[in-house]
């Protein structure tokens, strides 16, 4: 089987690429946005999204049905789109990681396989909780390939959540700091917004 992997971010996507060749798969890296053509001229029978920056059109998802899947760093339908591990902190959302199928939505797929953690944000850093979330999903489909790829696994509805888009940065980009102690990054968080008067509907918790 000819397998596509999409990806935009190597340092964290290339240990599953290679770990994939090094099962003796047959498989070819992208970065680029894809098409009908693409796929046919390539004769790529399933797509691996990770960490990838460009919406799949809904002329190859139906070319290749239940044969494009994603892997994202949150637990669905919480925190769809961008930053997912900093908005799960912001809005004291549950944390965790989802391979799912891909539609023409964002993040709504049908999900195939999700793992949640509980993370201790006065211990925890941005960076080592984004890194956790990384080794959880790669781990997690490394112990099921074999049924992904065989379309073993029935999917579970991905209902009402959340949404965030890459521009919602601005919000906590001033105080953004991977290296910072979740606990501490959310009371940074907490002081902008109340300097700056941001009116949000979540709520920040800073003791758990």
Do not use: C
């Amino acid at each position: 089987m000819k397998i596509l992997f999409l990806s935009n971010n190597p340092s964290v996507s290339n240990p599953l690429y290679e770990w994939l060749k090094a099962s003796g798969e047959d498989v070819v890296y992208d970065t680029e946005p894809i098409t009908v053509d693409y796929i046919n001229r390539n004769s790529i029978e399933y797509v691996i999204s990770y960490n990838y920056v460009h919406i799949i059109k809904r002329d190859v998802i139906a070319l290749l049905p239940h044969r494009i899947i994603n892997l994202h760093i949150s637990l669905l339908p919480y925190n769809r789109g961008s930053d997912p591990n900093i908005w799960s902190f912001i809005e004291n959302t549950p944390a965790g990681v989802t391979i799912h199928e891909i539609d023409d939505g964002i993040d709504t797929g049908g999900i195939l396989l999700q793992e949640r953690i509980d993370f201790d944000p006065s211990k925890e850093t941005l960076r080592s909780s984004y890194e956790k979330l990384h080794q959880m999903i790669q781990k997690l489909f490394k112990d099921n390939w074999y049924l992904l790829k065989s379309q073993g696994i029935k999917t579970e509805p991905n209902g009402e959540g959340t949404l965030h888009k890459k521009k919602e940065a601005h919000f906590f980009e001033p105080v953004l700091n991977y290296d910072d102690i979740v606990s501490e990054f959310l009371l940074k968080v907490q002081a902008l917004n109340y300097a700056v008067g941001h009116s949000s509907k979540s709520t920040i918790n800073t003791s758990e």
